[in-house]
């Protein structure tokens, strides 16, 4: 199965910047679909970014389109969320998602955006 490790979460001003990473186990990493997911307190799990196996294509969630990109190094096993201009809004555990005949889960990385 695929195996999936966040990082890069923490502690961020409103209008600041962070690179979320997520490190891939699966032996089949570029043929997977990958997405982005959070979840605040309270809250349902929200979809937040995709992207296509091949990195050619992407697809975000209306609150964060112009300021959070997705991306992949298939060659690295790794996915990436780099997030701009974060609002408090944004604070949440957010959760890498591979999305093959299963979907898998990582364990999340907290983003906590002050004001």
């Known amino acids: 199965q695929v195996q999936l490790v966040e990082s890069g979460g923490g502690l961020v001003q409103a209008g600041g910047s962070l690179t979320l990473s997520c490190a891939a186990s699966g032996r089949t990493f570029s043929s997977y679909a990958m997405a982005w997911f959070r979840q605040a307190p309270g809250k349902e799990r929200e979809f937040v970014a995709h992207i296509r196996s091949s990195g050619g294509s992407t697809y975000y969630a209306d609150s964060v389109k112009g300021r959070f990109t997705i991306s992949r190094d298939n060659a690295k096993n790794t996915v990436y969320l780099q997030m701009n201009n974060l609002k408090p809004e944004d604070t949440a555990v957010y959760y890498c998602?591979?999305?093959?005949?299963?979907?898998?889960w990582g364990q999340g990385t907290q983003v906590t955006v002050s004001s």
């Open positions: 998602n591979a999305r093959a005949a299963l979907n898998y």
